[in-house]
């Protein structure tokens, strides 16, 4: 299984990236895919999920209402649409995905992962 996560870059506070993690080795179904992001010096930490099934997706209040995550199943592909970046919103990007289907907000539930994309926002 590999992930592939890109569409990281440097964006002023109050633009939009959109993140692309191609998958390949893993269908999506019954497999949830999560984003994470990690700060320097900070632990990663949950950004949002979409389930195995496409049909849920969670957030954290962090990002609630400026994030979105979507799906394209015949491209193996999960987007994070980022809009409204803040400079906290600067770190580096992962996708993982877990042999479950439901999303879980920690670390330790997820088997794979991409390598990070950089996203940094400027004030």
């Known amino acids: 299984v590999q992930l592939q996560a890109s569409g990281g870059g440097l964006v002023q506070a109050g633009g939009s990236l959109r993140l692309s993690c191609a998958v390949s080795g893993r269908t999506f179904s019954g497999y949830a895919t999560g984003w994470f992001r990690q700060a320097p010096g900070m632990e990663r930490e949950f950004v949002g999920g979409?389930?195995?099934?496409?049909?849920?997706?969670y957030y954290a209040d962090s990002v609630k209402g400026r994030f979105t995550i979507s799906r394209d199943d015949a491209k193996n592909t999960v987007y994070l649409q980022m809009n409204s970046l803040k400079p906290e919103d600067t770190a580096v990007y992962y996708c993982?995905?877990?042999?479950?289907?439901?999303?879980?907000?920690?670390?330790?539930?997820?088997?794979?992962w991409g390598q990070g994309t950089q996203v940094t926002v400027s004030s």
């Open positions: 979409i389930s195995g099934s496409g049909s849920r997706t």
């Open positions: 993982a995905t877990r042999p479950h289907g439901t999303v879980v907000a920690s670390t330790r539930g997820y088997d794979y």
